[in-house]
């Protein structure tokens, strides 16, 4: 164990600096979907060819964060950290320049590969250099530096495509990018530095090799898996489709769509702090945390179907409120839960297979939602919402119990 000694004030740099890193990266990450129907108009593209780019995001998001992840565990991450960022200002610079919606999703498969070497590393470089209490912080603070780059987004992208079209939306979010892999680079070196290795278990120097994670949990890790994924269909489905939601049903202008859209994030930077403190203060189990988030999306989901037609507000702030309940369940299931299997040296590995399953979902969703808009409509849409989220529901409620048990293992060895 090394001496030096753990500073608050370097902590804090370190928790701001993942935080920067997430904002970036979801800059070009989101501006695609925040553009998509701006795209569909300009372009001429159907919905559906316009929406394969973002289904090979997901699925390549989805992929990489299990190779990354393995990867996090092995290899220094903060080299990971910079190579991925390196990559996505690339393929964010480049993707203006394709003449068709299938070098669209080339590239932006490439993006999503890229972006998945960014947060299992990060799970594994913050749970070693912070105490748990300000891994905690730290990992909430990451995922507001995600929702921020999302507000920022649906904020300017209006605007930008006022001025110059949504291909300058690209080309601003790479330069972006590429400026904040150099500060990542300069930066971390210097924190890593001074902070002590507070935990051996997932470093690939420790001497005693780590105990396998036991196979009787299986069935607990695929029904979270199985969760997570619901979330995703959920989170993304929602946010990506509300922007043509508003435009098709209420006829808004498709930046103005847009711009409304930023409620969505904003409500997801508060629902963090409220899961965090339910999690912490009233459930002490994340898959009953969960369960209650879960609750919330489908009573949101069902007053939409029944009433959001009245209203645009009234259906933006339904949405609002069932994104947000996803983004909780996402952060209480992907940012709390890793952190248990340290002692099996697993903490990147697991927090890239969890991270995997969202894109899973969203994958399954961008697209497959696409078409069931093309032949069904909004409603059965939102029929199809609020039956995932009551497979999630189920599923977290089914398993509280197990996942409690293997909690109070960990803390027993």
């Not at 690339?90 to 070497?117: E, F, K, Y």
């Not at 470089?125 to 507000?151: A, E």
């Not at 039956?387 to 197990?402: E, S, T």
Request: positive net charge; hydrophobic residues 55%; aromatic residues 12%.
């Amino acid at each position: 164990m090394e001496q030096r000694k753990y500073d608050k004030k370097d902590a804090t740099r370190l928790m701001l600096v993942c935080a920067a890193v997430y904002f970036f990266s979801y800059l070009a990450r989101i501006n695609y979907a925040a553009v998509l129907v701006e795209i569909i108009s300009a372009q001429g593209y159907t919905k559906e060819a316009a929406s394969v780019a973002l289904t090979g995001l997901f699925v390549a998001y989805g992929v990489g964060q299990i190779v990354s992840g393995y990867l996090g565990d092995k290899l220094a991450p903060h080299k990971l950290v910079f190579t991925g960022m390196l990559v996505c200002s690339g393929m964010n610079l480049l993707l203006p320049l394709c003449p068709g919606p299938q070098w669209m999703t080339v590239l932006w498969s490439i993006n999503g590969l890229s972006q998945a070497m960014l947060w299992p590393p990060l799970m594994r470089l913050t749970t070693q250099r912070l105490i748990s209490s300000d891994f905690k912080t730290c990992s909430m603070g990451i995922s507001w530096g995600g929702n921020f780059g999302s507000v920022v987004v649906y904020l300017a992208a209006p605007l930008l495509i006022s001025l110059g079209g949504w291909k300058c939306v690209f080309y601003i979010s790479g330069v972006l990018v590429f400026c904040m892999a150099l500060v990542w680079r300069v930066v971390y070196p210097r924190l890593e530095a001074r902070l002590p290795l507070l935990s051996s278990a997932s470093a690939p120097d420790s001497s005693a090799p780590a105990p396998r994670i036991p196979r009787s949990i299986a069935p607990l890790l695929a029904a979270i898996m199985v969760a997570i994924i619901m979330q995703g269909v959920l989170r993304d489905g929602v946010t990506t489709w509300t922007p043509a939601y508003l435009v098709e049903c209420f006829q808004l202008k498709s930046g103005t769509a847009i711009l409304t859209s930023v409620a969505l994030p904003l409500f997801s930077i508060l629902i963090y702090r409220v899961a965090l403190w339910l999690n912490q203060r009233v459930f002490s189990n994340e898959l009953v945390c969960a369960a209650v988030l879960f609750l919330a999306a489908v009573i949101s989901l069902v007053l939409l179907r029944l009433v959001g037609s009245f209203s645009a507000v009234l259906s933006l702030i339904l949405m609002m409120f069932a994104v947000g309940a996803a983004h909780g369940v996402n952060f209480v299931l992907i940012c709390l839960t890793p952190p248990y299997f340290s002692r099996y040296g697993k903490i990147s590995f697991m927090s890239g297979l969890l991270n995997s399953c969202t894109y899973v979902g969203s994958a399954l969703s961008t697209y497959g939602i696409a078409v069931l808009l093309q032949n069904r409509g909004w409603n059965a849409t939102m029929i199809a919402w609020y039956a995932i989220a009551m497979v999630g529901l189920a599923l977290c409620v089914l398993f509280a119990r197990a996942w409690a048990r293997f909690k109070r293992q960990q803390d027993e060895m």
